[in-house]
């Protein structure tokens, strides 16, 4: 398999600097050039979490399709649990796939697979399940994880006032993306905000560089969504945690179209200089499931616990 090399390269060192960004902001962990491909779907499991179906609604490029009809399959999950019974079930899908060159070609593996609704609609009829569920006296809970029950929260955006375009990246002709985390108050503002990872695309240059251009797009997005304002609704607004009021959401830089928007680039593979994928402070290890800038398209949020949870992890970062 070999994903074409589609990357420029850009001489907009002095561009930065001229721009106020600092050495300092690079940050300590290293960053990563490599190709990716977004893959969306609905995946169905049965109550022993085996694979029952799955559907990969996405185009798929020469060479992916049987890669990725093989591979799922096999996946197993905690099985869901209804009433304390193991009940079939149904969730959106996103597979992330990346590619490195190796040995004159190309190594293939699994980025990341996410199990969360990512459209109004999804989150709608998740929230329905559950206040079916509630209707009833019976809690909808993961195996293995009892008295942890999910809540499926329906966030919409209020207010998104869209950030500017860094004018240094833009006269560089610089592309980008930023994945905003956002802890939100239950009135739905933001209380605290973090830029978790973020990633230039088709472009190269030195790694320093590069790396003080992605700080500065992420400075970009943070000062816009601090004041942000979401709708929150959910079951029981009482009993919401961090985990519950927390949303990703990427802020796309794509020349003529800086902010939050559906992106073109899905669906086919791109270059990304992609930076460290950081912790969410105020996540436990538990519940700060990893999410990456590759993994949701402009628009997109994420919010809320999923209750699908992959028997083994090792499936992240496999070769396929």
Do not use: C
């Amino acid at each position: 398999m070999g994903p074409q090399k589609i990357f420029t390269t850009l001489a907009f060192a002095a561009l930065l600097t001229s721009s106020g960004a600092r050495a300092a902001d690079a940050p300590v962990s290293k960053s990563e050039s490599v190709l990716t491909l977004r893959l969306n779907g609905q995946l169905t499991i049965d109550p022993e979490g085996r694979v029952k179906s799955f559907e990969i609604r996405s185009e798929l490029p020469p060479g992916v399709q049987g890669i990725v009809e093989r591979a799922v399959p096999k996946w197993t999950f905690a099985p869901i649990l209804v009433g304390g019974k193991p009940v079939t079930a149904q969730s959106p899908m996103s597979i992330t796939l990346a590619a490195t060159e190796a040995d004159g070609g190309y190594r293939v593996r699994v980025d990341n697979v996410v199990f969360r609704p990512n459209t109004k609609e999804d989150y709608e009829q998740a929230l329905d399940a559950q206040k079916q569920a509630a209707a009833l006296g019976m809690a909808i809970e993961v195996a293995g994880e009892s008295g942890r029950a999910t809540q499926p929260v329906v966030i919409s955006h209020k207010r998104l006032t869209p950030p500017s375009y860094p004018q240094g990246m833009l006269m560089g002709g610089v592309e980008g993306i930023v994945l905003l985390v956002l802890r939100l108050n239950p009135d739905g503002t933001v209380a605290e905000a973090m830029a978790s990872q973020s990633s230039l695309l088709n472009v190269k240059g030195r790694t320093e560089m590069l790396d003080r251009a992605r700080k500065m797009l992420e400075r970009s997005a943070l000062s816009a969504a601090r004041g942000w304002t979401f709708n929150v609704d959910t079951v029981n607004p009482a009993l919401l945690t961090a985990a519950d009021l927390t949303v990703r959401t990427p802020v796309e830089y794509v020349l003529g179209r800086p902010g939050m928007k559906d992106s073109t680039l899905a669906g086919k593979w791109r270059q990304e200089f992609r930076g460290p994928n950081l912790r969410v402070p105020w996540l436990s290890e538990q519940a700060d499931r990893r999410i990456g800038v590759s993994d949701l398209a402009g628009g997109e949020f994420l919010a809320g616990t999923t209750r699908f949870r992959l028997a083994d992890e090792g499936i992240i970062g496999s070769t396929l």
